[in-house]
């Protein structure tokens, strides 16, 4: 007897809840966890006064350099962030278990179905970790729609 003869697993309103909320939280940890590693290892943009951009920014003839990818400085936290976001990073890897539909669907579905939450969850919330330097263009937000569309298709598909 298979896991769907035994307990056929039927979404109602309480589950598809629990199953985004779930979602959401392993997108934070993930996010997050990857975001305390990347802080310690490569650094974190942080955008120039507009005086200190005036005078890295210039060009031999003086000019202000507006397209520079140089209007920013790059600053590395202490090694214990990536030691924290690696601990959120590990709790992360258990929370897509709780899904509720785990058990019929198993790992590829739900990690398959998480990746279009993570990937809007990254833009949105790399937007706000970053600012205005990693704000989400229109191609950006079409991608995440459809990244979104997709997992809801892989999620709520009827199977047999």
């Known amino acids: ?13 309480l589950a598809i809840v629990q199953s985004i909320a779930i979602f959401c939280l392993a997108g934070i940890a993930e996010i ?3 975001y305390l590693v990347w802080a310690a290892i490569k650094g974190l943009r942080v955008e120039k006064t507009e005086s200190e951009a005036n005078v890295n920014n ?3 003839n003086g000019a202000v350099d507006g397209t520079s990818s140089s209007g920013y400085d790059i600053v590395k936290k202490p090694w214990w962030f990536a030691l924290i976001g690696s601990v959120v990073l590990v709790a992360y890897g258990f929370i897509p278990c709780l899904q509720p539909s785990a058990a019929t669907d198993g790992f590829a579905r739900i990690y398959a179905a998480y990746g279009g939450f993570f990937i809007v969850m ?10 205005p330097s990693a704000k989400p263009d229109v191609g950006d937000l079409v991608g995440g729609l459809i990244s979104v569309v997709g997992a809801l298709v892989i999620v709520f598909w009827p199977r047999r």
């Open 1 to 13: 007897m298979s896991i769907k003869e035994e307990g056929e697993f039927q979404w109602t309103p």
């Open 58 to 60: 210039t060009s031999a």
């Open 32 to 34: 997050f966890g990857g």
């Open 122 to 131: 990254s833009f949105l919330i790399g937007w706000a970790l970053e600012g």
